[in-house]
């Protein structure tokens, strides 16, 4: 990937975030707390993701992306350990949303962070 490709596609992923977390206050303002989480992990991922590709950090997985943010921001202080334990509770609780038929996520869970 050239820089300008680099520039366009973090861009694209900023933008994604955005939109996506967007979707996830309409869903949650609803009532469908399960998807909101969904749409809230992913919009996390997109910014995350548009983080590590504009320092020339890339990955292929989901838990590559956890953990190359962990190393590279959040254990070099650039960013406060709250934000790698939010990545991993709302990739957590998405995975739980929309594979345990079982669980159904609550307003409750949403609200611990909205202080962030």
């Not at 254990?75 to 159904?104: A, M, P, V």
Request: aromatic share 16%; proline share 0%; no cysteine.
């Amino acid at each position: 990937m050239n820089d300008v490709e680099r520039k366009e596609y973090v861009n694209y992923r900023i933008e994604s975030a955005y939109k996506t977390f967007k979707a996830a206050e309409v869903l949650a303002e609803n009532g469908f707390w399960n998807s909101a989480v969904n749409r809230l992990y992913y919009s996390l991922f997109y910014a995350v993701n548009a983080l590590l590709v504009a320092n020339e950090i890339m990955t292929k997985s989901h838990s590559a992306t956890k953990s190359q943010f962990s190393l590279h921001f959040v254990k070099t202080g650039k960013f406060d350990k709250k934000y790698d334990k939010l990545l991993s509770e709302l990739f957590d609780w998405r995975q739980k949303g929309d594979y345990e038929n079982i669980l159904t996520i609550t307003n409750l869970h949403f609200n611990l962070y909205s202080n962030l």
